[in-house]
T-cell receptor, first 120, second 114 residues
């Protein structure tokens, strides 16, 4: 069965510091998808990125970057020059694509989240 | 365009009562998902619809929980004989379907069972 572990329950940094949120996953499938979502205090989950298991290329989007390493089953998320508005709970999630029951568009398995606090 | 909407935003009920939670997905999205999020936890998958049919209901905790999507658009999550442990935020998401599709989430319904 799939599993996502976010070992960091809470991280607190001062504004402008860089911060990395860790995500480790477990799956027996060879085809799968990894996601990061942001949940601000308002509560609504906001999609940040999706990665498929065949694409290990790292990605950068503005101050955000993601490091996907299949060898260590990790998909870490780094925020550069953090800002107060980055304060939120961040979730890593996994979707397996080979589940015949789900028809390929499976439900996500989420980690427990990392509460990121950016202090001014 | 409009995002995923959920009603009500808050629902308070008494133990043993029946509740219905509604989800209106993004227009054109064929896949619809229900999740449950308890305090301090990540969302937990409940059920997934592709069109009108439940393609995967393996996450429903027991037979008190049931969901329908009769016309392939709006979905209703139904909980019978509610228990205090059912208190959580119930999230709905929709996507275009297909493997690994981005899921767009609604604001959730906060259910409190007294």
């Amino acid at each position: 069965a799939q599993k996502v572990t976010q070992a960091q329950t809470e991280i607190s940094v001062v504004e402008k510091e860089d911060v990395t949120l860790d995500c480790v996953y477990e799956t027996r499938d060879t085809t799968y998808y990894l996601f990061w979502y942001k949940q601000p205090p308002s509560g609504e989950l906001v999609f940040l990125i999706r990665r498929n298991s065949f694409d290990e290329q790292n990605e950068i989007s503005g101050r955000y970057s993601w490091n996907f390493q299949k060898s260590t089953s990790s998909f870490n998320f780094t925020i550069t020059a953090s800002q107060v508005v980055d304060s939120a709970v961040y979730f890593c999630a996994l979707s397996e694509a080979n589940n015949p029951v789900g028809g390929g568009a499976d439900g996500l398995t989420f980690g427990k989240g990392t509460h990121l606090i950016i202090q001014p | 365009g409009a995002g995923v909407s959920q009603t009500p935003s808050n629902k308070v009920t008494e133990k043993g009562k029946y509740v219905e939670l509604r989800c209106d997905p993004i227009s054109g999205h064929t896949a619809l998902y229900w999740y449950r999020q308890s305090l301090g936890q990540g969302p937990e998958f409940l059920i997934y619809f592709q069109g009108t049919g439940a393609a995967d209901d393996s996450g429903l905790p027991n037979d008190r929980f049931f969901a329908v999507r009769p016309e392939g658009s709006v979905s209703t999550l139904k909980i019978q004989r509610t228990e205090r442990g059912d208190s959580a935020v119930y999230l709905c998401a929709s996507s275009l379907g297909g493997r690994g599709g981005e899921q767009f989430f609604g604001p959730g319904t906060r259910l409190t069972v007294l």
